[in-house]
T-cell receptor, first 116, second 112 residues
């Protein structure tokens, strides 16, 4: 009954280092998403994958890359980390994605990332 | 212009009293609307969703929300707060392509 699993849960990086955040879902969902959460700003969409084999930019994609490895897994990569990328990152999945607007998303517990 | 406005950043209620969390949205079409809850150090959990069926939507844990098109509002209520309701609540709408847009959140504190 895992749902959406994110690894790692916590990470501290130095400016300029690279890192990949992992996400896997076991609900056979077609669509997956990466968000960042910053105080007072809600969640903002970084990238999403409406279906296996496709990825699209969200609201704040600069500085990030993604890979939809298979139907279950969707990773987020920071190539050269910057202090502005200090945030909590959430992965989510849904049965169907855009342009289907009424599908709820299921969230992982987040990765807390600090960049010094 | 903000797509979703949560009118209170913090709400404090006493246990056993009603909870009201206010949300206004802007849209030129009929969006889908959701309320999510986030407990400390956890992901977001869906409370309820509105998808153009009944205007009064019942969710989990005794929460409900009323869609008012004339007021572009989707306020969340619960008749009697419980200590476990202390969390952050997000009002969310879909954009024209079906992606989610989040309000800034309302932090709920429940006092004994």
């Amino acid at each position: 009954n895992a749902g959406v699993t994110q690894t790692p849960k916590f990470q501290v990086l130095k400016t300029g280092q690279s890192m990949t955040l992992q996400c896997a879902q076991d609900m056979n969902h077609n669509s997956m998403y990466w968000y960042r959460q910053d105080p007072g700003m809600g969640l903002r969409l970084i990238y999403y994958s409406a279906s296996e084999g496709t990825t699209d930019k969200g609201e704040v994609p600069n500085g990030y890359n993604v890979s939809r490895l298979n139907k279950r897994e969707f990773s987020l990569r920071l190539e050269s980390a910057a202090p502005s990328q200090t945030s909590v990152y959430f992965c989510a999945s849904s049965a169907a994605g855009p342009p289907y607007s009424n599908q709820p998303q299921h969230f992982g517990d987040g990765t807390r990332l600090s960049i010094l | 212009a903000q797509s979703v406005t949560q009118l209170d950043s913090h709400v404090s209620v006493s246990e056993g009293t009603p909870v009201l969390l206010r949300c206004n949205y802007s849209s030129s079409y009929s969006p889908s609307l959701f309320w999510y809850v986030q407990h400390p150090n956890k992901g977001l959990q869906l409370l309820l969703k509105y998808t153009s069926a009944a205007t009064l939507v019942k969710g989990i844990n005794g929460f409900e929300a009323e869609f008012k098109k004339s007021e572009t509002s989707f306020h969340l209520t619960k008749p009697s707060a419980h200590m476990s309701d202390a969390a952050e609540y997000f009002c969310v709408r879909t954009d024209s392509w079906g992606k989610l847009q989040f309000g800034a959140g309302t932090q709920v504190v429940v006092t004994p």
